[in-house]
């Protein structure tokens, strides 16, 4: 139950990103990013996306 919640709530997340993304008013990124975190966990290829995204920001992991 808590796994289908957490990819559930990452695909809400992403879907609500992606429909800020079209709304100059609002900020999508701030529910996309986080959506993205979460779905990392499930999914290789957002893993993979989201690594990328660290190394192309510089983000170095301790």
Same mark, same amino acid.
């Given at each position: 139950?808590?796994?289908?919640?957490?990819?559930?709530?990452?695909?809400?997340?992403?879907?609500?990103?992606?429909?800020?993304?079209?709304? @100059?008013?609002?900020?999508?990124?701030?529910?996309?990013? @986080?959506?993205?975190?979460?779905?990392?966990?499930?999914?290789? @290829?957002?893993?993979?996306?989201?690594?990328?995204?660290?190394?192309?920001?510089?983000?170095?992991?301790?």
């Amino acid at each position: 139950v808590k796994h289908t919640f957490r990819i559930t709530l990452g695909i809400i997340l992403v879907i609500i990103g992606m429909i800020g993304g079209l709304i @100059p008013v609002f900020q999508g990124w701030l529910f996309g990013i @986080p959506g993205l975190i979460i779905l990392a966990d499930y999914f290789p @290829p957002v893993n993979r996306l989201l690594k990328w995204a660290k190394k192309k920001a510089g983000y170095q992991e301790k």
